[in-house]
């Protein structure tokens, strides 16, 4: 039970400058913004290994204007960036807040590849939906744990302490809302106190939490859920004890294709370059180009909530870049058939309606006319012989809502004003993707844990007084 402890009088085992609660990509991130200028965190993580939901992920960061992209002759723009992410949420999320992180996007990929050795490069070859240029950073294996394995390479280079097993329980502050420290709560269940000048709350969302979910989320209440179990929802609770405003609760990233029953993530690439789902009864029921996160509840809605993914030779190949593709083909989620007929027979699918699926993909890529999803065919993506198919499901991976900040990520309180000394980035504060599950962006996620996790660390720099970080 996350809990806030009010007063004055305090007294703690040990005094540092910053605190930053979570050391996923946004806490790690964090702390190195805050080294840089001369501000010495403490990093404080429940897992034994810092994981998070970043682990989980592919490690895609979306930037605009990085020389990665000049390299490659991509041209793009902040400002087409944060056109892109608000036309996807419907103009819901802050404008400023979206209109900082793009300009700060390519400054921060950068700083992390050149000063900190994360090995990025630009992902090339589709587009996700939504995004009009090629944007999405990653490194060479494209996962988040190779993410999280360079940034903590980083954060051990730079002399930054992380202190796992350690379950941060209690926030105190003061009768101003200023935060004078934390305790936390060891494995064993013995307690240690650390109080602090700045705390940075970077601990996600609330997805691992059954009871908010239901509450926020009810439509994905019975989703699978995809995210870190750690993430319980203490940032919102303690916000929610301190009497922060709290903004976009019912906004979340889904993910409409999760192997089944390996539950392994299947790169939504597969759709963007041709690729269909169709359900149990051999039919499509969707745009597969509207949007991962929202293809979640549309596949749940199918009968018995599963849904193939149906592909082609071409297709295969070049998803076998990602390596959680590659583990799922090696695990046997990814089945081929010669024809049609076979794949009908195979996966146990109407065999008159999967062969009028693929008659009407073909006629609409000779008329040149959109389905009735919206979704429009051309005839060099369409799907030949021999086919691939995956069995899949749909499922919550992470939460977009929380804490309401600023474009500093200073937190807010209800009637606006700004908590002293506290600041929030990642899961824990309220992201981009306005209010429901279909105004994610792909690399939403992360572009708030990194690029406002930055943001945060050299604010709370700012605020300790460092000249340098202003």
């Known amino acids: 039970m996350a809990i806030v402890a009010f007063g004055s009088g305090n007294e703690f085992e040990v005094q540092v400058p910053l605190v930053i609660v979570g050391a996923g990509a946004c806490g790690l991130v964090a702390a190195l913004a805050a080294k840089q200028f001369g501000i010495d965190a403490v990093v404080l993580e429940r897992d034994a290994m810092p994981r998070g939901s970043t682990s989980m992920s592919q490690g895609f960061i979306p930037a605009a204007g990085t020389r990665f992209q000049e390299e490659r002759g991509v041209k793009d723009s902040a400002e087409l960036m944060a056109e892109d992410i608000q036309r996807k949420n419907g103009y819901q999320a802050d404008p400023d807040i979206v209109r900082a992180l793009s300009e700060a996007s390519a400054g921060v990929v950068e700083w992390l590849a050149d000063v900190h050795g994360v090995p990025f490069d630009l992902v090339e070859g589709f587009l996700y939906p939504g995004h009009r240029r090629t944007r999405m950073h990653a490194t060479p294996r494209r996962t988040g744990e190779e993410l999280m394995g360079s940034l903590l390479n980083a954060v051990e280079a730079a002399g930054i302490d992380v202190l796992t097993e350690a379950r941060v329980v209690d926030l105190h502050v003061d009768d101003a809302g200023r935060v004078l420290g934390v305790n936390l709560e060891r494995p064993d269940g013995s307690r240690e106190s650390i109080g602090c000048d700045a705390l940075i709350l970077a601990c996600n969302g609330y997805g691992g939490n059954p009871e908010l979910v239901e509450r926020h989320l009810p439509a994905l209440k019975d989703a699978l859920y995809y995210g870190h179990e750690g993430n319980q929802g203490d940032a919102l609770l303690w916000g929610e004890g301190m009497g922060a405003s709290l903004k976009d609760l019912g906004a979340c990233q889904g993910h409409g294709s999760l192997a089944m029953p390996h539950q392994t993530l299947i790169t939504w690439a597969v759709m963007m370059r041709g690729g269909v789902q169709v359900n149990s009864e051999g039919r499509r029921f969707s745009n597969e180009h509207g949007g991962y996160s929202e293809q979640a509840a549309k596949v749940l809605a199918q009968p018995g909530g599963i849904a193939w993914n149906l592909f082609d030779r071409r297709i295969h190949q070049a998803a076998l870049e990602f390596e959680d593709y590659r583990n799922a ?43 009735g999803f919206g979704r429009c065919f051309s005839l060099e993506d369409l799907l030949s012989a021999p086919y691939h198919a995956i069995k899949v499901t749909g499922a919550l991976f992470h939460t977009q809502g929380g804490l309401e900040v600023t474009s500093q990520a200073r937190v807010l309180r209800q009637d606006g004003s700004v908590f002293p000394n506290l600041f929030a980035a990642g899961g824990a504060a309220r992201g981009v993707s306005g209010s429901g599950d279909s105004g994610y962006l792909s690399g939403n996620g992360l572009l708030s844990a990194v690029v406002l996790g930055a943001i945060a660390g050299r604010e709370a720099a700012r605020e300790l007084g460092c000249d340098s970080a202003a």
Do not use: C, K, N, W
Not at 329 to 347: C, S, Y
């Open 329 to 371: 083909h090696i695990a046997g989620a990814v089945r081929t058939f010669d024809t049609l007929e076979d794949m009908a027979i195979g996966l146990g699918l109407p065999q008159e309606a999967l062969l009028d699926t693929f008659a009407e993909m073909h006629a609409l890529a000779e008329s040149g006319e959109a389905d």
